[in-house]
């Protein structure tokens, strides 16, 4: 299992596999060996005005169902796997749709000819189809990001989400790459900036002060003295401010000091900038595997740019920044105290469109909210998943009890003509199979801690 991926997600490659197994075996034996199966008279078989007519539409049929099985297979030979649920997908709406049309037409042509529960097998197969392509990354889960920010956050509210399936294709993209060139361009510009409103005004500092201590050297000790002693303290916070630049320009941050102390290390740096009372919480963090691969680097990424916005624009007097868990999100939230602004009236800068870009990239959910004199909040939500093998273990169980019910209600009632049940007892046969996979991958990986 990759890091980051759901415990409970489905593989598309497999099932295509099984599926094409299945159906090219079933085809070929019947276009085949389909007159050997028949026992009654030959005038049973016969259409109007055609000898074995039905026979001959019979093995048409399975030689359909053979094709459907050929599909599949280079269906299956999809290496994107974002490409592959999508080609799924509509593989299942054309099995639907075939399966629409093969039980109003076997139950018109057909009625005395073929059972009932064949005329909608094809229908029942392409709904399961669809529910493993709609649902194959994780069974659909109802977020809640940011509970508790709308209550006490004034100001109206600028929510963007990342849609399924669509990072693939906008890494692919022109338009991507030329969003991707204009951030360097800004990042370099953002660093240049704090370099000369910090470390050049640090070094100013030191010459200033050291100047100082040359000329009272042997007339006034004490004030060269104090004079050295400034020259230590701008020497040491310049250090400071080149540890973050140098933290910044590291391609993977992450793997050298933790999430954690990154943020410490940037809160520090801000208030040292801008002389903000800055306050850092951060709870227990869930382990890299139950989060989308990227997600600490693009959270430090996301949360640099808010930080730059902060020194450049808020002229705030206290900044409050929060990571962690919370529900099933990694939340990280920065609040500040400053000018705020009118985020529907003003347009997004790069600043802002760099942070909604890197959390929708990992699968979150950005937040915005700010009004003018009351300050801005910014939030980035990350889904985690934080089920436990025992979570898994007793889903498998209560699908199971579905799974037996609609068998036994299928089995021994009288609605045979109804498919219904059976299509709730495929879905869920799937359903348990996929969350005993679930746990046995969660027992492999180790216990996800919250």
Not at 73 to 83: A, E, Q, T, Y
Not at 85 to 101: D, K, M, Q, T, Y
Not at 204 to 226: K, L, P, V
Request: hydrophobic fraction near 45%; charge should be neutral.
């Amino acid at each position: 299992m990759q890091p980051g991926q759901s415990p409970d997600f489905i593989d598309t490659r497999f099932v295509l596999r099984v599926y094409a197994w299945i159906a090219t075996t079933t085809g070929l034996v019947f276009v085949d060996g389909f007159p050997f199966f028949l026992s009654a008279a030959r005038a049973d078989y016969d259409l109007l005005g055609l000898s074995w007519g039905r026979v001959g539409v019979m093995r048409a049929a399975a030689a359909a169902v053979a094709a459907f099985g050929f599909t599949a297979i280079g269906l299956s030979r999809i290496d994107d796997p974002v490409s592959r649920r999508r080609a799924l997908l509509w593989f299942s709406i054309g099995h639907g749709v075939f399966g629409v049309v093969f039980l109003a037409v076997s139950g018109a042509m057909f009625d005395q000819f073929i059972p009932y529960a064949f005329r909608w097998t094809p229908l029942t197969i392409g709904i399961a189809l669809l529910y493993v392509a709609v649902t194959c990354a994780h069974v659909p889960r109802l977020p809640r990001p940011f509970r508790g920010l709308f209550d006490d956050t004034p100001g109206p509210v600028l929510v963007d989400r990342a849609r399924p399936g669509t990072n693939v294709d906008a890494l692919r993209s022109q338009y991507e790459q030329q969003i991707r060139q204009a951030a360097r361009l800004e990042e370099r510009a953002r660093l240049a900036r704090d370099l000369h409103d910090a470390v050049k005004q640090q070094l100013f500092a030191i010459q200033t002060s050291a100047a100082t201590a040359q000329a009272r050297f042997a007339s006034d000790t004490d004030g060269a003295q104090s004079a050295l002693e400034q020259v230590r303290t701008s020497a040491r916070d310049a250090m400071k401010e080149m540890e973050a630049m140098i933290e910044q320009l590291q391609a993977a941050p992450m793997e050298n000091i933790g999430l954690v102390a990154a943020l410490q290390q940037q809160c520090e740096a801000l208030a040292l900038r801008t002389g903000t009372e800055v306050t850092f919480e951060a709870s227990t963090l869930p382990p890299s595997a139950a989060l989308p691969p990227g997600t600490q680097q693009a959270l430090f990424r996301a949360a640099q740019e808010a930080f730059a916005n902060i020194a450049r624009h808020a002229r705030a007097q206290q900044v409050a920044v929060r990571l962690g868990l919370l529900g099933d999100n990694l939340e990280l939230t920065i609040r500040d105290d400053g000018a705020g602004f009118e985020p529907m009236q003003i347009p997004p800068g790069m600043g802002i469109q760099n942070m909604r870009a890197r959390v929708c990239e990992v699968s979150g959910v950005f937040l915005l909210r700010s009004r003018p004199g009351r300050g801005t909040t910014v939030g980035f939500s990350i889904p985690v998943d934080t089920s436990t093998s025992s979570d898994f273990r007793k889903r498998a169980l209560l699908w199971t009890a579905v799974c037996v019910s609609m068998i036994v209600s299928f089995t021994f009632g009288d609605d045979w003509e109804r498919p219904w049940n059976a299509i709730v007892a495929v879905i869920a046969a799937i359903t348990v199979a996929r969350y005993i996979a679930a746990w046995h991958r969660v027992r492999e990986r180790g216990e996800v801690l919250v």
